[in-house]
C-alpha cells in the first residue's frame, strides 16, 4: 500500500474553458493557487471561463460501481484500439464523478511516468482489490490486456447485479419494519393519550388489551428520548461494530448462511461469486494456487474465506481440486460434480464459469420469490400490530355501547 500523500501546499481545482479550435473542455489541475491555474492553462492555448477550488474529497467518492463503469470504458476502448493513455484521458474527461476524474488521472500520471498499468493501481487498493491488479497484472505480461479487461468488466458488472439483488432482497422488509416502527411510536405517543382522557371519564374497569397499549403508550410518552434513543443508538452501535470488530464479521457471515429463507439465497450468491472469480481467474492464466488468494477473499463471506484456505492448503500438497471442495463441506453435490468434470476436461474455467451462471440465476429467482413471499407477510405483521392496536382502543367504546 502506498504511503499517503504529504500535504505539499497545493489544491486541485476544476476547470473549465476553450481549446485553440473552440471547443469547451474541461479538467482538474494541482496548483498553489486559481492563478496558477488560469496561467499554467493560459500557456497551453486554453482560454479559460470557470476555474473551482474542489474540496479534499475531490468533488465525491468513487464507488465500486465507478470502478465497474471505469473498467467496462476501458476495456472497450482498448478493444476498439485507442492507446491507453488517450483511453484514461476520455474515460476521466467524460466521468461526471469528479472524484473519479482525479483518481484515473493521478494513475495516467503514473503510467506516464513509467509504471506499469498493474503498479499503478496497487496504489490504490482502496478502489482495486488484489484479484483486479492480478489480473492487469497477467493482461500485461501476456499482451492480452485488452481482453483481460473485458472478463474483469464482465466479473465486477455480474458481481455487481448479484450484490443488488441481495440488497434489494433484504432492504425492502427492513425498510417496511422501519416504517411500522416509527408509525407504532407516533400513535403510542400522540393519539393513545387523546383515548386516555376519554377513557378516564368513563369511570368503568378498563379491558386488559386497553390496559396493556394504554401502559406501553405511557412509557412511550415518558422516556420517548429513551425508547428512539435505544432505538436508533442500538443500530448505529450494531453496524459500527459490524464494520470494525473481525469477530463480529465472523459471527454475521455464520449467522448470514444459518438465517431462515434468506440463509439459503446468501449461500448461492456467495457460491456465484466464489466460481465467477476462480473462472475469471483461471481464464487469465492465473495458477489455480494463486487464484484461490483472490478467490476467498472475493467469496465476501468468512466460512468461505476459510474454506478457501483449506482447499488452497491441500492443493499445494498435491490433492485435486475436486478432492479438497468435498472435504472443505461447504459446496453442493452439484458444483464438486462440474468442478471434477472440469479438471477432468481440461475445461475448468468453462465449468466453474457454467456454474456461476447457474447460481447466480438461482439468486435472481430467489429473490423474486421471496419479493412475492414478503408482501403478504409483511401485510400480515402490520396488520397485526397496527389493528391489533386500534382494537385495543376501541374496545372500552364497544363495552360502553353495550351497556347501553
Do not use: C, N
Given at each position: 500500500m502506498a504511503s499517503p500523500k504529504k500535504d505539499d501546499g497545493q489544491k486541485t481545482f476544476a476547470w473549465e474553458g476553450k481549446d485553440k479550435?473552440?471547443?469547451?473542455?474541461?479538467?482538474?489541475?494541482?496548483?498553489?493557487t486559481e492563478t496558477v491555474v488560469r496561467t499554467t492553462l493560459r500557456r497551453q492555448g486554453i482560454l479559460v471561463?470557470?476555474?473551482?477550488?474542489?474540496?479534499a474529497t475531490g468533488g465525491g467518492t468513487v464507488t465500486d460501481k465507478d470502478i465497474t463503469l471505469f473498467t467496462r470504458q476501458l476495456a472497450t476502448m482498448m478493444k476498439s484500439g485507442v492507446p491507453l493513455l488517450?483511453?484514461?484521458?476520455?474515460?476521466?474527461?467524460g466521468a461526471s464523478n469528479a472524484a473519479v476524474g482525479k483518481l484515473l488521472s493521478d494513475i495516467k500520471?503514473?503510467?506516464e511516468t513509467g509504471s506499469a498499468l498493474n503498479q499503478a493501481f496497487r496504489k490504490y487498493p482502496l478502489y482495486f482489490d488484489q484479484l483486479y491488479c492480478n489480473l492487469v497484472e497477467a493482461g500485461e505480461q501476456a499482451g492480452i490486456l485488452d481482453s483481460l479487461l473485458d472478463r474483469l468488466a464482465i466479473y465486477k458488472e455480474k458481481t455487481q447485479a448479484i450484490i443488488g439483488k441481495i440488497k434489494s432482497a433484504l432492504f425492502y422488509p427492513i425498510s417496511v419494519l422501519v416504517v411500522a416502527f416509527i408509525v407504532t411510536a407516533v400513535i403510542m405517543i400522540f393519539v393513545v393519550p387523546q383515548f386516555k382522557d376519554i377513557f378516564s371519564n368513563f369511570g368503568?374497569?378498563?379491558?386488559?388489551?386497553?390496559?396493556?397499549?394504554?401502559?406501553?403508550?405511557?412509557?412511550?410518552?415518558?422516556?420517548?428520548?429513551?425508547?428512539?434513543?435505544?432505538?436508533?443508538?442500538?443500530v448505529y452501535s450494531f453496524l459500527y461494530t459490524w464494520k470494525r470488530s473481525v469477530t463480529m464479521q465472523i459471527f454475521m457471515d455464520?449467522?448470514?448462511?444459518?438465517?431462515p429463507v434468506f440463509g439459503s439465497v446468501i449461500r448461492k450468491a456467495t457460491i456465484a461469486r466464489w466460481?465467477?472469480?476462480?473462472?475469471?481467474?483461471?481464464?487469465?492464466?492465473?495458477?489455480l494456487v494463486e487464484a484461490l488468494d483472490s478467490v476467498g477473499g472475493a467469496s465476501g463471506n468468512y466460512v468461505y474465506r476459510e474454506a478457501t484456505k483449506q482447499i488452497k492448503a491441500e492443493i499445494s500438497t498435491g490433492s485435486s481440486l475436486t478432492v479438497a471442495m468435498q472435504n472443505a463441506d461447504v459446496f453442493p453435490s452439484m458444483v464438486?460434480?462440474?468442478?471434477a468434470i472440469g479438471e477432468e476436461s481440461g475445461q475448468l474455467d468453462a465449468m466453474t464459469g457454467k456454474v456461476a451462471d447457474f447460481f447466480e440465476a438461482e439468486v435472481d429467482d430467489a429473490v423474486d420469490a421471496l419479493s412475492s413471499l414478503m408482501e403478504p407477510i409483511i401485510m400480515v405483521v402490520l396488520g397485526i400490530l397496527i389493528g391489533g392496536i386500534i382494537v385495543a382502543m376501541y374496545l372500552p367504546i364497544f363495552k360502553m355501547g353495550a351497556v347501553v
Open positions: 479550435h473552440g471547443k469547451i473542455v474541461r479538467g482538474e489541475l494541482r496548483a498553489a471561463s470557470k476555474v473551482k477550488k474542489m474540496g488517450q483511453a484514461f484521458d476520455i474515460v476521466g474527461k500520471t503514473d503510467v368503568a374497569e378498563l379491558p386488559g388489551p386497553t390496559l396493556v397499549v394504554i401502559g406501553i403508550s405511557d412509557y412511550f410518552t415518558k422516556y420517548w428520548y429513551i425508547v428512539f434513543g435505544s432505538a436508533f443508538g442500538g455464520k449467522l448470514a448462511l444459518k438465517l466460481t465467477r472469480t476462480l473462472s475469471t481467474m483461471f481464464a487469465a492464466g492465473v495458477p464438486i460434480q462440474m468442478v
